[in-house]
Nanobody, 123 residues
Framework: QVQLVESGGGLVQPGGSLRLSCAASGFTFIDTRMYWVRQPPGKELEWVSSISTLGTIRPYKDSVKGRFTVSRDNAKNMLYLQMNSLKSDDTAVYYC????????????????RGQGTQVTVSS
């Protein structure tokens, strides 16, 4: 069955960096577009970024452009999100996901996502 396991979250000060990882199994990773989505406190699930099968197409939510970088290692079935210059607005539970529909600008609905990893940006 599909398994997505995120890691790498934590508490970081504004301006700091974190790298999230996601270990994927139970499906053909190399053939699958992957997503990072997040759920801020009290808000709906929102799309952050996605990456095509070969990593050549990597769109980002406007508010994270230039600060976040998505990548993948198809040999290891791993997905990553490098987050730099973190802001308090980035505080959320971050999920690795597949089979997502993005609507209303940046809201997300995904058939599969992991258990999530908490990112808290605070001084």
């Amino acid at each position: 069955q599909v398994q997505l396991v995120e890691s790498g979250g934590g508490l970081v000060q504004p301006g700091g960096s974190l790298r999230l990882s996601c270990a994927a199994s139970g499906f053909t990773f190399i053939d699958t577009r992957m997503y990072w989505v997040r759920q801020p406190p009290g808000k709906e699930l929102e799309w952050v970024s996605s990456i095509s099968t070969l990593g050549t197409i990597r769109p980002y939510k406007d508010s994270v452009k230039g600060r976040f970088t998505v990548s993948r290692d198809n040999a290891k079935n791993m997905l990553y999100l490098q987050m730099n210059s973190l802001k308090s607005d980035d505080t959320a539970v971050y999920y690795c996901a597949k089979d997502c529909t993005i609507y209303g600008g940046a809201q997300a609905r995904c058939d599969y996502r992991g258990q999530g990893t908490q990112v808290t940006v605070s001084s």
